[in-house]
């Protein structure tokens, strides 16, 4: 099959594969034909490893030794169709419980790519989306920038009964992934009735701010250094109130929420969502004391300086971080938004996405347009003659 490897780690780019070994599930699992997978900014950093340090070492996390590292096929936010189930006791179960949730070849699917132990502490709690030993499709293991993917049965997310679209096209359930992650920040927060900063706008900080709006904040700020006029309207449209330039705008943002917020002196919630080390440095400025900082944005490098003393512990901040979805409430959620398309959710998603799809030849491309500023989220069509778009 055709598929997108990362086969050196000291070298920026990917390889395409066109007679990589097909997958087959095994004790419950399921083989899924892929028709939409998306780029995320993971797989963005997995294209530039060689200058990046941390994805270098999560890659590396489960080996027995760095130089064991093998190529492994990049990607973990898709959609696709069932083409065959490895029987197991989930299969058994999901048959007892209700033959609706039987997930059987020919249906409409997506999965959570995180792959827990089951046997920790953290899963046995119900913190499986932090579990100690987790390993992720497409970073540890083999992704879905593929023809065909394999996953655990328990991790299929089922979207359509015999390959039923019409809820949820592909275009979009293959950005279920990352719009779990923006959920599960905007929960987190706690955003009904209060000023939020929103710290980048790539496809999560747009995202974030959608929910923001839907969940009922009632100031919005978001800040981006990149693509400004078309983030800025597409956040304007999302329902944010106040646009800042991340680079050459920081000052005004300061004196902006200082005159807006006076009362309480700062923002009650800011979310993280850039990873840009500036970006730290505007949350602990403009969090009220005794608000909150939700961080999901990755730095690409550890950061030297964060002035934990003054922005943090002073200011009584409270400071959390995301990792994922948890698993299984974020998605029932999620997909609860998405159904009842509240505020027109699912056009508003798909604004952010590029208008064509790419097959996987043009990876160079695609990647390119992403590193460059042009488009905030692609999508791969690895069966193109599958793919029903929109």
């Known amino acids: 099959m055709k598929c997108l490897l990362k086969e050196n780690l000291e070298r920026n780019g990917l390889t395409l594969s066109t007679d990589h070994p097909e997958p087959e599930p095994s004790y419950d699992e399921v083989k899924i034909k892929v028709l939409a997978a998306s780029v995320c900014g993971t797989d963005k950093s997995i294209y530039q490893s060689a200058d990046n340090e941390g994805i270098k070492d999560e890659m590396r996390r489960y080996l027995d030794h760095p130089d064991s590292y093998r190529p492994i096929i990049v990607g973990h936010e898709f959609c696709g169709i069932v083409e065959s189930v490895g029987e197991g006791r989930e299969?058994?179960?999901?048959?007892?419980?209700?033959?609706?949730?039987?997930?059987?070849?020919?249906?409409?699917?997506?999965?959570?790519?995180?792959?827990?132990?089951?046997?920790?502490?953290?899963?046995?709690?119900?913190?499986?989306?932090?579990?100690?030993?987790?390993?992720?499709?497409?970073?540890?293991?083999?992704?879905?920038?593929?023809?065909?993917?394999?996953?655990?049965?328990?991790?299929?997310?089922?979207?359509g009964k015999r390959g039923d679209t019409s809820l949820i096209p592909p275009r979009l359930a293959a950005m279920l992934d990352p719009l779990g992650n923006a959920v599960h920040t905007v929960q987190v927060a706690d955003v009904g009735g209060k000023s939020v900063a929103i710290l980048g706008l790539g496809p999560l900080g747009l995202m974030a701010t959608l929910l923001a709006r839907v969940h009922g904040a009632a100031r919005i700020y978001v800040t981006e250094a990149v693509d400004l006029e078309h983030r800025f309207e597409l956040a304007r449209e999302f329902g944010a109130d106040f646009f800042f330039d991340a680079i050459h705008g920081r000052q005004d943002l300061y004196e902006t929420v200082k005159r807006q917020e006076k009362a309480s002196g700062g923002v009650d919630v800011v979310l993280e969502m850039s990873g840009a080390a500036a970006a730290y440095e505007d949350a602990i400025r403009i969090v009220r004391n005794g608000g909150t900082i939700v961080l999901l944005g990755i730095p690409r490098h550890p950061l030297r300086e964060f002035d934990v003393a003054s922005g943090v512990i002073w200011k009584g901040v409270t400071l959390k971080g995301i990792f994922g979805r948890r698993m299984f409430d974020t998605w029932n959620t999620m997909l609860n938004l998405v159904r009842a398309d509240k505020f027109g959710l699912k056009n508003r998603l798909v604004e952010m996405m590029a208008p064509k799809p790419y097959p996987l030849e043009s990876y160079q491309e695609a990647f390119q347009e992403l590193l460059a500023g042009q488009a905030m989220k692609l999508i791969f069509t690895p069966n193109p003659d599958a793919y029903v778009g929109d």
């Open 91 to 159: 299969t058994v179960r999901a048959r007892e419980v209700d033959p609706d949730l039987v997930i059987e070849p020919g249906d409409y699917v997506t999965a959570e790519m995180h792959i827990p132990c089951g046997h920790c502490t953290l899963c046995r709690t119900g913190n499986a989306h932090i579990c100690l030993n987790v390993r992720v499709k497409g970073v540890h293991l083999d992704g879905c920038f593929a023809q065909s993917v394999v996953v655990p049965r328990s991790n299929v997310i089922l979207l």
